[in-house]
């Protein structure tokens, strides 16, 4: 016999525990599914750039491990320059940290997590557990990531996804690890549409770099290489692994009926910055909100999540598209306009802090959007033809 709830939240993920804690917190009945055993890792950089920090209705304390102040910007393995803000940036946390911490709120206001609770089979919104449970809730929130069941299983298309690598470099037995304290890495020019990173946390700093998919078979030398020209020793770097990148398309599904799909499981990552958990969390947030509908009898189904995506997450993914494809056709004038113009690295912070967006800038620039809008076009169409881009 089924067990029911208001709303199964499939996934703990920031996604996840952001959706479960919103609709426990307004009193709905939430069980929050993951499939892995907590504390467990997650290949990430754990960045959390301030305009997600601040989405957040509690504090992140607990799990920082270091606040970034300072980008560092290399371009093509080659020169470097370094930029200092103000304010905090961002702020740097294990994955295994920030997501049982996440976990653990929703479950302080109500939510039943399981952890160790895979999700093998959903039918509308029923679904049946590999234990054999079986679980049935007016709302399921899709948070189940990069490789997740629940698109797969209701025969939606894959997203197009970027491939990345990263690996960790003790302070205990790197040195160079000691240069990174409030200081992250930025390396472009290298990675066909992606970058590389060099993120400090506590004991180790995280070092990785990713792109597009067609950059795959490169990503263990191409982060050997740039290890070393960081001078970390890359045949010492500890915990080496890869993951996918999903992004969505502008008219990727974002709901089917009462399912709604949020962060990774709806391709909500930033194509530019690689940036996943503010929008995971946002996303998040969203769906809580239109599934909060659908319990109160005021929506049939989760369109009104499609709604609020498409109104306050995609024009920024639109601009972010634009300015990727713009970027990586050639970087070189942009490094240059963020190494010599005050005025672009102060509105790239106000981004990264939330105080302002690519959409916000964009409208800025008037009607010479429309510019921006055609060379971005042709940019993508280029770079798409060069293969970088395909389904994986
Ligand atoms: C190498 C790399 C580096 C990155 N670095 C950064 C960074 O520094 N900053 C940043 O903002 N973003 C970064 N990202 C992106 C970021 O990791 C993701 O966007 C973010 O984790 C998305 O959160 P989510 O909640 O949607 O999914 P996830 O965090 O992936 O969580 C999904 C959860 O669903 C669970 N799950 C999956 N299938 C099932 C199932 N069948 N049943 C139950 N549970 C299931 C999984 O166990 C997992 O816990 C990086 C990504 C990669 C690959």
New binding site residues.
């Given amino acids: 016999m089924a067990q029911r709830w208001d709303a199964i939240v499939?996934?703990?993920?920031?996604?996840?525990?952001?959706a479960a804690y919103d609709l426990a917190a307004a009193g709905a009945r939430v069980l929050l599914?993951?499939?892995?055993r907590f504390p467990?890792d997650?290949?990430?950089?754990?960045?959390?750039?301030l305009s997600?920090v601040r989405l957040l209705p509690y504090s992140l304390d607990p799990v920082t491990e270091q606040t970034i102040t300072t980008f560092r910007v290399r371009y093509q393995r080659r020169w470097q320059f370094e930029h200092r803000y103000h304010e905090p940036l961002a702020i740097m946390t294990q994955?295994s940290r920030l997501?049982a911490f996440m976990a653990e709120q929703a479950a302080g206001v109500g939510a039943e997590f399981r952890d160790a609770?895979?999700?093998?089979q959903i039918d509308g919104t029923t679904i049946t557990?590999a234990s054999g449970d079986v679980h049935e809730a007016e709302a399921i929130i899709a948070?189940?990531?990069?490789?997740?069941?629940?698109r797969r299983a209701l025969g939606l298309p894959r997203l197009r996804a970027a491939v990345?690598?990263?690996g960790n470099a003790p302070r205990d037995r790197q040195s160079a690890a000691q240069r990174w304290t409030d200081a992250v890495g930025l390396e472009l020019g290298t990675m066909p549409s992606g970058y590389g990173?060099v993120?400090p946390k506590g004991d180790h700093c995280?070092v990785?770099l990713?792109g597009a998919p067609a950059a795959g078979p490169t990503l263990r030398h191409e982060l050997a290489d740039y290890a070393d020209c960081e001078s970390f020793a890359s045949d010492a770097l500890t915990d080496l692994?890869?993951?996918?990148?999903p992004l969505r398309d502008s008219d990727s599904a974002l709901f089917h009926d009462r399912t709604a799909f949020?962060?990774?499981?709806?391709g909500?990552?930033d194509p530019l910055?690689?940036?996943?958990?503010?929008?995971?969390i946002r996303?998040?947030q969203l769906a809580a909100e239109a599934a909060g509908s659908v319990l109160a009898g005021r929506a049939d189904d989760l369109s009104g999540y499609r709604s609020a995506v498409l109104r306050e997450i995609e024009p920024d993914l639109h601009v972010a598209r634009q300015l990727q494809a713009l970027f990586h056709l050639t970087p070189w004038p942009y490094v240059q306009l963020l190494r010599r113009s005050n005025r672009f690295w102060t509105a790239f912070c106000r981004i990264v802090r939330g105080e302002s967006s690519y959409s916000r800038l964009q409208a800025q620039i008037g009607p010479g959007k429309y510019l921006v809008e055609a060379a971005a076009n042709l940019a993508d169409r280029r770079l798409r033809r060069s293969a970088r881009w395909q389904t994986d």
Avoid: M, Q, T, Y
């Fill in positions: 499939i996934g703990a993920g920031p996604g996840g525990s952001a599914l993951d499939r892995a467990r997650k290949p990430c950089g754990g960045g959390v750039l997600a994955r997501d609770s895979p999700v093998r557990l948070a189940d990531g990069a490789n997740g069941v629940v990345a690598l990263e990173w993120f995280n990785g990713g692994r890869g993951h996918h990148l949020v962060g990774d499981a709806a909500l990552i910055s690689g940036e996943g958990i503010g929008n995971a996303s998040g």
